[in-house]
C-alpha cells in the first residue's frame, strides 16, 4: 500500500516571501500522479497542482510550483510570493495510474497548515 | 453548476443513533468516494464506487454502509453512530478511471459530524 507523509504539522511566512511545504510518498509503482490540495477554513478543497510521474518536467501554475524527484519519492511544493489568500491547510496526495483496483482513490498526507503573516 | 453537493453541512448526534450523508454530484462522473477527515491524519477513504452499481471498501470501512442509488447520487450511513465516528466527511467524485486519465477528484464541500 502506498503512504505519504508531511513532516510539517505548520509552517508560516510573511506576505510577498517563498514558502516550500514538503511531502514524501512510499510506493513499488513506477506510473502514479501527485497532487496538492488546498482546503481554506471553508472547509472547500481545491485542486492546486498535478504533476504526472512519467513526465521529468516539474508542474507550474502561477504562483504554485512542485519541486519532483522521483528517486527520492519527494513532491514539494513552492509558494512564491505568497498572499494572505494562500493561508490554508495543504494536503499532498498520490494516486496509483493502475486501473481495475485502485479505481482513482487518492492517498492524502496528514497535512501542512500554512499561516501567512502580512 | 453546482459541483458535489453535500447534505447536511452539520449534524449532532447521539451515541447509536443513525443517518444518512446524501451526495449528489452533476457532472455526470461515474467514481464516487467517501472520505473522513480527523486531525493529524488527512483524509481516509471510507467506500468508493468505481461506477453505477458497484461499492468498495476503503481504507476505513468498519461502521459505515453505502449505497450507490444512480449514476449522480452515492450515500453514507450510521447505522450506530459512535463517538469515534466524529468526524468531518467528504464526498468526492471523477470520472471513470483508467489509470491514463488525470481527471482529478472534485470534492463537496464536507458536513461536520459530533457524536456524544
Known amino acids: 500500500a502506498q503512504t505519504v507523509t508531511q513532516s510539517q504539522p505548520e509552517m508560516s511566512v510573511q506576505e510577498a516571501e517563498t514558502v516550500t511545504l514538503s511531502c514524501t510518498y512510499d510506493?513499488?509503482?513506477?506510473?502514479?500522479?501527485l497532487f496538492w490540495y488546498k482546503q481554506p477554513p471553508s472547509r472547500q478543497m481545491i485542486l492546486v497542482i498535478r504533476?504526472?510521474?512519467?513526465?521529468?518536467q516539474n508542474a507550474t501554475e502561477n504562483r504554485f510550483s512542485v519541486n519532483f524527484q522521483k528517486a527520492a519519492k519527494s513532491f514539494s511544493l513552492k509558494i512564491s510570493d505568497s498572499q494572505l489568500g494562500d493561508a490554508a491547510m495543504y494536503f499532498c496526495a498520490y494516486r496509483s495510474a493502475k486501473g481495475g483496483t485502485s479505481y482513482g482513490k487518492l492517498t492524502f498526507g496528514q497535512g501542512t497548515i500554512l499561516t501567512v503573516h502580512p | 453548476n453546482a459541483g458535489v453537493t453535500q447534505t447536511p453541512k452539520f449534524q449532532v448526534l447521539k451515541t447509536g443513533q443513525s443517518m444518512t450523508l446524501q451526495c449528489a454530484q452533476d457532472m455526470n462522473h461515474n467514481s464516487m468516494y467517501w472520505y473522513r477527515q480527523d486531525p493529524g491524519m488527512g483524509l481516509r477513504l471510507i467506500y468508493y464506487s468505481a461506477s453505477e452499481g458497484t461499492t468498495d471498501k476503503g481504507e476505513v470501512p468498519n461502521g459505515y454502509n453505502v449505497s450507490r442509488l444512480n449514476k449522480r447520487e452515492f450515500s453514507l450511513r450510521l447505522e450506530s453512530a459512535a463517538p469515534s465516528q466524529t468526524s468531518v466527511y467528504f464526498c468526492?467524485?471523477?470520472?471513470?478511471?483508467?489509470?491514463?486519465?488525470?481527471?482529478?477528484?472534485?470534492f463537496g464541500n464536507g458536513t461536520r459530524l459530533t457524536v456524544t
Open positions: 504533476q504526472e510521474a512519467y513526465k521529468q
Open positions: 468526492a467524485s471523477s470520472e471513470l478511471w483508467t489509470g491514463e486519465n488525470n481527471s482529478p477528484l472534485h
Open positions: 510506493t513499488s509503482e513506477s506510473d502514479y500522479y
